[in-house]
């Protein structure tokens, strides 16, 4: 192993020499099936890490289960003071754990630890939730009565996360589930075991030193009979599922089945449309960081341009420019902006989609191929592109699926009623986003005709979130939402309460039933 990875695995603990423990349930396991984790920037195989058998797997979600019957119990101010000390030991390794995402998934450093401080963000916003999750008193209609609603913690939760975020997309969850009261366990990727065992180790470090069962935030790692078990199983009361629009219905429809909860975060299909007034200084960066970020990578990620006819050309003329200036490189070096794909096969959807671009006559503006320098040719660069294809009917192949690539494709439109109705003609609904100075734009873009997606941006870029909002898409991207805003609602069970403390027992819309 190169001694840059072999130095990013031991400040997490992480032997890069023995098989890696893939399990968590208190104690560490896993004697199912080895899985690798390879470098995606250098092809180097990082560590094998033992996954979960069916046995294993079903051991651990009965400790779970166990955990959260002990959890459940504690006060939300100390669950809260939990979280407390797991932001403070994330905190204490962030640029160590931000360089492995780098290492495992490829994303440039800087994005790395940007995630791992969102983990940070969203255990800050638990901890004051701890002390926030409320219910309501309801007016009764009965004298001497009250409503109460009133959240419980709801189980078992079970985390199933996309290898492009290796560790905020848990952090999101984890964070809620365990301010909530329950019981977690997470079913990572099986292309990043590695960011998933180093937060674990961390996570637990936290848990273990306050006495509580470590299996509150348990980990099986393994691919996808391991998720399918999981998804099944009737010991999870809440699934929170993020990843492809295809597995995506598989898991709701397997969850609804057995009437249990389920969160969708799926595929996005990002556009950004830009109005005759745009700021084009701000708006054209936006675009190339939406657009080349991640490698194109991110569910957010802008995938399609809509450009007024009157500054298509300038628009387009300052974009080349930028995508002519990416150097791709090491993730890990800081001065790089481009790092690789993430495996092989995201190499060949880019490109399948590059091949059909050709097939229907679409100009490819710049991009198109594999970067096939050394040492780039050890790992999966490819370009970034940007292509005009003919037919600007939003419901074409082309516009309408997520290819999970750095592919933009552009089209121009005369009026803003025009591109709102491209934006919203995809099945997907995660990001769009506008850029315009004109407020009766704005009023129309964010109002009941206007953008669909869950994420309705002005002047900003579709890709990245804040953790305050909460997060999610409509439509195919699945309708959750995680996160901030009121996402720790899907985390709780509600009851409704009604409590009768007067001397009668009344019926409700006074209805009589004496005998
Ligand atoms: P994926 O759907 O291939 O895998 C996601 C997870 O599902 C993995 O843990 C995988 O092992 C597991 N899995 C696979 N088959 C399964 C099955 N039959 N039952 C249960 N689990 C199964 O997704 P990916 O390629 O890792 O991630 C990329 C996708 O994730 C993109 O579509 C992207 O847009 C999406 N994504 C969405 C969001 C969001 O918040 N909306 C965030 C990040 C990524």
């Known amino acids: 192993l190169s001694t840059r990875a072999s130095d990013i695995l031991t400040s997490l603990g992480i032997s890069s020499t023995t098989e890696a423990s893939g399990v968590y349930d208190g104690k560490w396991g896993g004697s199912g099936e080895l899985m690798q984790s390879v470098c995606p920037t250098t092809g180097e195989v990082l560590a094998r890490v033992k996954t979960a058998t069916p046995q294993e797997l079903h051991e651990a979600l009965e400790k779970t289960r166990e955990a959260y019957v002990f959890f459940r119990n504690i006060p ?191 595929g996005g299909n990002n556009a950004s449309v830009i109005m005759p007034d745009a700021d084009l200084s701000l708006a054209v960066p936006a675009v190339f960081f939406g657009a080349v970020g991640t490698a194109g990578q991110r569910c957010t990620s802008t995938r399609r341009l809509y450009l007024h006819r009157q500054i298509a050309d300038e628009f387009m003329g300052r974009l080349k420019k930028l995508y002519a200036s990416v150097v791709p490189g090491d993730p890990l070096d800081s001065a790089t902006l481009l790092g690789p794909m993430h495996t092989k096969d995201a190499v060949g959807i880019y490109h399948n989609a590059i091949k059909h671009l050709k097939e229907i006559d679409a100009e490819i503006v710049t991009g198109g191929k594999n970067y096939e320098q050394s040492p780039l040719d050890a790992g999966n660069f490819v370009q970034p592109t940007i292509a005009i294809p003919k037919s600007v009917n939003p419901t074409d192949q082309i516009w309408s699926t997520e290819t999970f690539a750095p592919i933009l494709n552009a089209a121009v439109f005369d009026d803003l009623e025009e591109a709102i109705g491209w934006n919203n003609a995809v099945p997907q609904g995660l990001s769009s986003s506008i850029w315009t100075r004109d407020l009766r734009n704005v009023g129309k873009w964010i109002g009941p005709s206007g953008s669909d997606a869950g994420i309705v941006n002005v002047n900003v870029g579709t890709s990245g979130a804040e953790i305050g909002a909460a997060f999610g898409g409509n439509k195919s991207t699945g309708w959750g939402r995680e996160s901030g805003g009121d996402a720790w609602k899907e985390y709780v069970r509600w009851s409704a309460c009604t409590i009768n403390f007067s001397d009668a027992a009344p019926l409700a819309q006074g209805v009589s039933f004496a005998a």
């Open 76 to 266: 939300a101010p100390r669950r809260g003071e939990l979280l407390r000390q797991i932001r403070e030991a994330l905190g204490a390794k962030r640029e160590e754990l931000g360089a492995l995402v780098s290492l495992e998934m490829g994303k440039i450093r800087t994005e790395g630890v940007g995630e791992v401080q969102e983990f940070v963000d969203i255990c800050d916003y638990a901890v004051g939730l701890s002390r926030m999750m409320n219910g309501r008193v309801v007016a009764s209609e009965r004298p001497g009565h009250s409503i109460l609603e009133v959240p419980n913690p709801l189980g078992v939760v079970a985390v199933l996360s996309a290898f492009n975020f290796p560790v905020a997309v848990y952090g999101w969850n984890l964070a809620l589930s365990m301010a909530a009261g329950n019981a977690t366990i997470w079913k990572p990727s099986p292309t990043t075991p590695l960011c998933s065992i180093a937060v674990t180790r961390i996570v637990s470090g936290v848990l273990e030193r306050n006495g509580i069962p470590g299996a509150v935030a348990g980990l099986v790692t393994g691919g996808k009979d391991v998720g399918s078990a999981v998804v099944e199983s009737k010991d999870v009361d809440l699934v929170s599922f993020t990843g492809s629009e295809h597995v995506g219905r598989i898991v709701g429809k397997t969850v609804m089945s057995r009437f249990g909860k389920v969160i969708l975060e799926l």
